[in-house]
């Protein structure tokens, strides 16, 4: 699990003027809740003054109030009373992590890291989204499963013949099949687009892909460790476009909010069967991903046996070693060791312009110089 990307925190619609929202994202507590102008904010859950859960108190005016001394913390993170010492300024300790929000299809995010605006990863841009030929649908899913294997799940075209009969179990060709699937690089990310149905097509280009006249084509990206693309092309004019964008609750949990989108069938008659169908479809994937062992990937990439359909889950294991050599990998053992005894939080954007700060900062591992070759090319 990584630091300084966007994270899904919750619904729009879930995320109120009238009481707050707790998510438990990256192992740590979120509150989240809307000013009196609708702005929505994103803060660490935990009260620096004796460990209150914030989330569990009052919204007040544009403050949240903690529930056990009624500090009242504005959307910055910034303590704006302090009742028992009232008519005096709050310290400048008193103060808790708050972080870039943005919401868009219909999600509020938080970017949980420090990097400054202009050095941030990307949310990913759904260009098509809001254009009258898309139709878009929200679904949030909570798998029992570590998301680094939901996200290499979505980055497999191999499992799709023995895991989606409902899909049709597409398949790729016997040829396809035994070489390295082919990757294109994007910013933060690789992908790869592929013929299904035994037909040999090496092209990723998506867009003049999308020209031709095409059936049963699909691709898969990723950017960033945790947000998951699928474009699904039937026909040449009939599509599905899904974006996952993944929260990892800890090291054993994952939600996931869906977009899924299409330009065919556009009337609302047709919203409960393809949400109906495109979740029976993600069940067959849960199904699978609820029972891997171990839970979380393997530490090296020779305790699995990968072959040349595996190329894709590699090259993200790749990007996922170079975040962690930037030093944006939480140090996991040291997290649940400390568990119950430090109250950790993201550092946000604001600690990199002042000190003073009441809570540690979560465990990283190291950066380093160069990734290490953890991962190997699949043989
Ligand atoms: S613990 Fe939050 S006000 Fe005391
Ligand atoms: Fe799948």
């Given at each position: 699990m990584f630091i300084n990307f966007w994270y899904p925190v919750g619904r729009s619609e879930d995320i109120t003027h009238e009481k707050p929202y707790h998510a438990k994202i990256l192992r740590l507590p979120f509150v989240a809740f809307r000013d009196q102008n609708g702005k929505a904010h994103v803060l660490s859950d935990t009260c620096i003054h004796r460990g209150g859960s914030l989330s569990a108190g009052k919204i007040k005016g544009d403050c949240i109030?903690?529930?056990?001394?009624?500090?009242?913390?504005?959307?910055?993170?910034?303590?704006?009373?302090?009742?028992?010492?009232?008519?005096?300024?709050p310290p400048p300790r008193a103060k808790v992590d708050s972080y870039p929000v943005q919401e868009?299809?219909?999600?509020?995010?938080?970017?949980?890291?420090?990097?400054?605006?202009?050095?941030?990863?990307p949310l990913?841009?759904?260009?098509?989204?809001?254009?009258?030929?898309?139709?878009?649908?929200?679904?949030?899913?909570?798998?029992?499963?570590?998301?680094?294997?939901?996200?290499?799940?979505?980055?497999?075209?191999?499992?799709?013949?023995?895991?989606?009969?409902?899909?049709?179990?597409?398949?790729?060709?016997?040829?396809?099949q035994r070489e390295?699937?082919?990757?294109?690089?994007?910013?933060?990310?690789?992908?790869?687009?592929?013929?299904?149905?035994?037909?040999?097509?090496?092209?990723?280009?998506?867009?003049k892909d999308k020209e031709g006249d095409r059936l049963g084509a699909a691709g898969s990206w990723h950017q960033g460790p945790n947000q998951l693309v699928?474009?699904?092309?039937?026909?040449?004019?009939?599509?599905?476009?899904?974006?996952?964008?993944?929260?990892?609750?800890?090291?054993?949990?994952t939600r996931i909010f869906f977009v899924n989108m299409r330009n065919w069938m556009l009337e609302d008659?047709?919203?409960?069967?393809?949400?109906?169908?495109t979740l029976q479809i993600v069940h067959e994937d849960i199904d699978v991903l609820e029972r891997l062992n171990p839970v979380r990937t393997p530490e090296n990439n020779s305790k699995e046996l990968l072959v040349p359909g595996d190329y894709a889950v590699v090259r993200y294991r790749e990007w996922l070693e170079e975040w962690e050599a930037k030093g944006w990998r939480i140090d996991m053992k040291?997290?649940?060791?400390?568990?119950?005894?430090?109250?950790?939080?993201?550092?946000?954007?604001?600690?990199?312009?002042?000190?003073?700060?009441?809570?540690?900062?979560?465990?990283?591992?190291?950066?380093?110089?160069?990734?290490?070759?953890?991962?190997?090319?699949?043989?």
């Open positions: 109030a903690c529930p056990y001394h009624g500090w009242e913390f504005d959307g910055e993170g910034k303590c704006a009373k302090l009742p028992s010492l009232s008519g005096t300024k868009k299809y219909g999600i509020v995010f938080a970017f949980l890291g420090d990097l400054p605006e202009e050095e941030r990863p990913y841009n759904i260009e098509e989204y809001g254009t009258p030929e898309w139709k878009a649908q929200l679904y949030e899913l909570h798998l029992k499963a570590y998301y680094e294997r939901s996200m290499e799940n979505g980055m497999d075209p191999i499992h799709n013949e023995f895991v989606h009969p409902m899909q049709g179990a597409p398949m790729l060709s016997p040829e396809l390295p699937v082919p990757m294109t690089d994007i910013p933060y990310g690789s992908k790869f687009y592929l013929a299904f149905g035994g037909k040999k097509d090496y092209n990723t280009d998506l867009s699928t474009w699904i092309d039937i026909t040449k004019t009939n599509s599905f476009h899904q974006y996952l964008f993944e929260a990892p609750v800890d090291e054993n949990n008659k047709f919203d409960q069967r393809i949400e109906q169908v040291t997290l649940r060791e400390k568990d119950g005894d430090v109250a950790y939080a993201i550092p946000s954007p604001a600690r990199r312009e002042s000190g003073n700060w009441v809570l540690d900062t979560v465990p990283l591992l190291p950066a380093k110089e160069k990734a290490a070759s953890r991962t190997k090319k699949a043989s």
